[in-house]
């Protein structure tokens, strides 16, 4: 989310201090109303990487998008599969009517690889791959395996930040607390006033507080669901990564000891 223009607290984009000194890339460079996709992320990804690279510099990703930042590492390739706008109408009709966890059902139905690893919420990615097989036949676990034909060309080092789940929660809780303090809420009136910003007020940070900007909810219940989806979301993270035996887990405190250096250069020795 962070890829997108004006939506700045919610996505916690680096400070104008923060920016200084180190190039940063692939922020602040998409219009609200326009859709990005994993595809999209990649083709643009890779082609930074090679610049960076270029220039005799080391590319750091950083971020907590398991699929994007597989995709990317894993030399993921993606079919041309065209969209259908009627069809994503439907399902969200349907997800609207009978509940997520229906929508996932069928998709459990036609391809149970892929309702396994996708969350019943996650409905934007439930009905991308009810599409995937509606417009191709294929499922997408089926584009998936296809997908992953040639290796990558990269050598990463992939580091995890590993809190203690405990602190990790309140850490999160302060956050939205802080964001809050920012001007979150006056962020989110202005997305959601706004023309054509169906994909910007899905971010988390939004779509919570849209009760109260509607004045369904209490601000109080908004903030205490913003907060569970963060904490949701984290373990929704942690779950996708810790399947990946390539990462190398650090606590906080072992920030101030470790030797990136050395740990880059014993990749680049490989």
Request: contains cysteine; charged residues 30%.
């Amino acid at each position: 989310m962070q890829i997108y223009k004006g939506m700045n607290i919610a996505t916690a984009k680096p400070t104008a201090e923060e920016l200084r000194g180190i190039k940063h890339h692939l922020i602040d460079f998409v219009e609200p109303h326009e859709a990005y996709s994993v595809a999209d992320y990649v083709e643009v990804a890779r082609r930074t990487i090679a610049e960076i690279s270029a220039r005799g510099k080391l590319p750091i990703i950083a971020g907590g998008t398991g699929l994007y930042i597989n995709s990317l590492i894993d030399n993921v390739e993606f079919a041309e599969i065209k969209a259908d706008a009627a069809f994503r109408r439907e399902m969200q009709s349907l997800a609207d009517e009978k509940g997520a966890e229906f929508l996932l059902g069928k998709l459990r139905e036609i391809d149970p690889l892929s309702a396994e690893i996708l969350h019943e919420n996650n409905t934007k990615r439930v009905i991308r791959a009810l599409e995937v097989f509606h417009v191709t036949g294929r499922t997408m676990s089926a584009h998936k395996a296809a997908s992953r034909l040639h290796p990558s060309p990269y050598e990463p080092l992939m580091l995890g930040m590993n809190f203690h789940r405990t602190e990790l929660y309140e850490r999160i809780d302060r956050r939205v607390d802080l964001m809050l303090e920012m001007g979150l809420l006056d962020e989110a009136k202005s997305f959601y006033e706004a023309e054509n910003s169906h994909t910007s007020i899905q971010a988390i940070g939004y779509k919570e507080l849209l009760p109260f900007i509607k004045g369904e909810a209490a601000l109080a219940e908004c903030v205490a669901n913003l907060k569970k989806a963060t904490r949701n979301y984290a373990k929704r993270q942690l779950t996708w990564f810790k399947k990946d035996s390539r990462i190398r887990w650090i606590a906080p405190t072992e920030l101030d000891t470790l030797d990136f250096a050395e740990l880059v250069q014993r990749v680049g020795s490989k």
